[in-house]
C-alpha cells in the first residue's frame, strides 16, 4: 500500500467538511455542531458532504419544496431558521433551569447537614417552598416543582458532598510532608461509640490543612487495638504512612496535660487574673496584632491547634 493514497484521502476529507453557504437555500439545512441540520425534519446528516445533504433533500423534502423559488425560496429559509433558534434557545434555558433546580437541592442537603437537621426535613422546606411561590409567583410553580428534596435525594446529595470533602483531602494529603492526628471518641444517642479522627496536615509550603478526616462507630469493644484498626484504615484511604506522622493526641492523653512549655506558658499568662491582666495591658500597649491569648483547658483540647497557632505568632511579646 503506498502513503500518498490515505493522504489524499485525507485531503478530499477535509475540504468537504467546510459547511457551504449556498447548502442553505439549495436544501434548507444549516450547520449545527459541524453537522448538517434539516430545517425542515431537524434530522442532522452527520458527514457534510453535498452528496450526502444533497441525497436528504431529494428523497425527503424535494417534491414538496422545489417549486419554491427566488424570494419564496429565501423567505421560507429565513422562517425556518427563525423558528429553529427559538426552539434551541428554549431548550439551554429548559437546561439551565433544571440545574438550577439541582442546585436548590444540593445546597438545601448541605445547609440541613450542617444544622445536624434529619433528611426528612426537605420534604417540609420544599412545602414551604410551595406555599411562598402559590402566594407571591404562582405563575413559577413548574420551576419549583422540579426541585427535589425527598429524603432520599437529600441522603443522596449529602453523601455526594462528602465524598467530594473526602475526594480533596486525599487530593491535599498527597502532598502532606508530615501530619499529625487528633483522636476524639463520643457517644451517639444510640450509646454507640463514634471514633471521630481529625487531621492537620503540613505541605512544603508550609500551607496546613485541618480537617475531620473520618468518623466510625467503633461496634462491641473499643480498645486500643480497635482504634488503632481505624486509624490505620484511615491512613490507607488517604494513603498516608506512618513514618509522616508527627504527633498524636488524644482525648485524656499526656499530650497536653501541661507538661509541654507552651501549655505552662499560656496556663501561666491566663489562670492567674493579674498575670492574665497585665499581659492583655502590655499587647495593648505594645500594639500587638492580637489583643489576647486563647486559654488552654483539657475540656476544648481540640482547639489546641488555634492555642499552637496564636502562640506562635505572639512568641516576641511572650
Ligand atoms: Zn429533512
Given at each position: ?19 457551504k ?5 439549495n ?8 453537522k ?34 427566488g ?5 421560507k ?23 438550577a433546580?439541582s442546585?436548590?437541592s ?13 433528611f426528612t ?6 412545602s ?9 409567583c ?14 432520599r435525594t437529600?441522603a443522596?446529595?449529602?453523601?455526594d ?7 480533596q483531602l486525599i487530593?491535599?494529603?498527597n502532598?502532606?510532608?508530615?501530619f499529625?492526628l487528633?483522636l ?8 454507640t ?12 509550603d ?8 473520618s468518623?466510625?462507630s ?5 480498645t486500643?487495638?480497635?482504634i ?15 513514618n509522616?506522622l508527627k504527633?498524636?493526641?488524644?482525648d485524656?492523653?499526656k ?5 509541654e ?22 499587647l495593648?500597649e505594645v500594639?500587638a496584632?492580637?489583643?489576647d491569648l ?6 476544648r483540647?481540640?482547639s ?5 497557632l496564636?502562640?506562635?505568632?505572639l512568641?516576641?511579646?511572650i
Amino acid at each position: 500500500m503506498s502513503l500518498s493514497k490515505p493522504q489524499k484521502k485525507r485531503k478530499v476529507d477535509l475540504e468537504c467538511r467546510a459547511f457551504k453557504a449556498e447548502w442553505s437555500e439549495n436544501y434548507f439545512v444549516t450547520e449545527l455542531d459541524g453537522k448538517a441540520l434539516c430545517l425542515l425534519c431537524s434530522d442532522t446528516i452527520a458527514v457534510l458532504k453535498e452528496y450526502n445533504i444533497r441525497r436528504h433533500y431529494q428523497t425527503k423534502h424535494s417534491a414538496q419544496y422545489s417549486q419554491l423559488t427566488g424570494k419564496e425560496r429565501s423567505q421560507k429559509l429565513e422562517t425556518l431558521k427563525r423558528s429553529i433558534s427559538l426552539q434551541r434557545s428554549f431548550f439551554t434555558k429548559m437546561k439551565n433551569e433544571n440545574k438550577a433546580a439541582s442546585k436548590v437541592s444540593l445546597r438545601v442537603a448541605h445547609l440541613l447537614a450542617k444544622e445536624g437537621k434529619p433528611f426528612t426535613d426537605g420534604e417540609l422546606i420544599k412545602s414551604c417552598l410551595i406555599v411562598a411561590v402559590e402566594e407571591m409567583c404562582p405563575e413559577k410553580m413548574d420551576l419549583f416543582n422540579n426541585i427535589s428534596l425527598s429524603a432520599r435525594t437529600v441522603a443522596r446529595r449529602v453523601e455526594d458532598i462528602g465524598s467530594n470533602i473526602t475526594n480533596q483531602l486525599i487530593n491535599k494529603a498527597n502532598d502532606f510532608e508530615w501530619f499529625s492526628l487528633a483522636l476524639d471518641e463520643s457517644t451517639d444517642i444510640t450509646d454507640t461509640a463514634q471514633l471521630l479522627l481529625f487531621i492537620r496536615g503540613v505541605n512544603a509550603d508550609f500551607e496546613v490543612t485541618e480537617e475531620l478526616a473520618s468518623m466510625n462507630s467503633l461496634r462491641g469493644t473499643t480498645t486500643g487495638e480497635d482504634i488503632f484498626k481505624e486509624v490505620e484504615e484511615m491512613l490507607t484511604k488517604y494513603n498516608l504512612k506512618w513514618n509522616q506522622l508527627k504527633c498524636v493526641t488524644t482525648d485524656g492523653g499526656k499530650n497536653m496535660s501541661g507538661t509541654e512549655p507552651v501549655v505552662s506558658t499560656v496556663n501561666f499568662i491566663r489562670s492567674r487574673g493579674l498575670n492574665h491582666r497585665q499581659f492583655r495591658d502590655f499587647l495593648s500597649e505594645v500594639e500587638a496584632e492580637y489583643p489576647d491569648l486563647p486559654y488552654h483547658t483539657a475540656v476544648r483540647w481540640l482547639s489546641s491547634g488555634k492555642v499552637l497557632l496564636r502562640f506562635f505568632e505572639l512568641r516576641a511579646e511572650i
